[in-house]
């Protein structure tokens, strides 16, 4: 397994931990759009994601338009990691 | 701050009030309060005859209300919502007589959404914690804001 491929499974399965959702890591497709598209989720998921993501990675999101990038898909939030360093 | 201090700064009107005096405020981070609990309230002819015990559900409420204080920008008259609450535990019942110490934190913020980690305390015992998210409709965020959105 890559190292990147490793990441969005952490990202998946945080996602599916965090939200308490009623589905598997595996459900979520990469490029979905988490947000107001496939998987449905609102403004306080994206809260939660944020707390998630900073107690998971050491990570911090506090910016609004960098929570609507970086929230938009696991891909998105995989690859603001990466760039944080994170693998 | 004082309770018509308090009373001015939140939406809310007596009887909805579940904090009595706000003891440290640390704007857009922390705050604590008190909350004296006596017999004559209204609500422990009910919650229980002949047992009255302070609704936890309050408690929340209380930290709801501290933290609508806490996150709102200065000089503005908050207007939030509770919108979640996760891993509240009540661990000890609150009777008349007890004075309640309410301790809240902001722990992250995203637009108009906020969160916070509240704690309820009589004497040294904790008597409830837990979070809870607010979202405040005053604000750019607004309840619909989705971070894709």
Not at chain 2, 95 to 113: E, K, N, T, W, Y
Request: charged share 25%.
């Amino acid at each position: 397994m890559s190292e990147s491929q490793n990441l969005t499974d952490r990202v998946k399965e945080l996602i599916v931990r965090q939200l308490r959702l009623k589905i598997r890591p595996s459900d979520i497709k990469e490029d979905a759009m988490l947000f107001g598209g496939d998987m449905g989720l609102d403004s306080i998921d994206a809260l939660e994601l944020v707390v998630g993501i900073e107690k998971e990675f050491g990570v911090r999101i506090a910016d609004q338009d960098v929570g609507e990038k970086v929230l938009r898909s696991v891909s998105a939030i995989s690859r603001f990691l990466s760039e944080k360093g994170i693998s | 701050m004082e309770t018509k201090a308090i009373l001015d700064k939140l939406p809310h009107g007596l009887p909805f009030l579940f904090i009595d005096r706000v003891l440290h405020l640390d704007e857009g981070k922390e705050g604590l309060a008190l909350k004296n609990v006596t017999a004559n309230e209204p609500y422990f002819r009910g919650h229980f005859p002949d047992n009255p015990v302070f609704p936890g559900v309050f408690l929340v409420e209380a930290m709801a209300q501290l933290a609508g204080i806490v996150a709102a920008p200065a000089g503005d008259k908050p207007a939030g919502m509770l919108a979640s609450v996760s891993d509240m535990r009540f661990l000890k019942p609150v009777v008349p007589g007890d004075q309640v110490i309410i301790r809240v934190s902001l722990s992250a913020r995203l637009g108009g959404a906020v969160r916070f980690d509240g704690e309820a305390m009589v004497g040294s015992e904790t008597v409830a914690r837990g979070s809870f998210s607010m979202v405040l409709t005053g604000s750019a965020g607004g309840p619909d804001a989705g971070a894709g959105s």
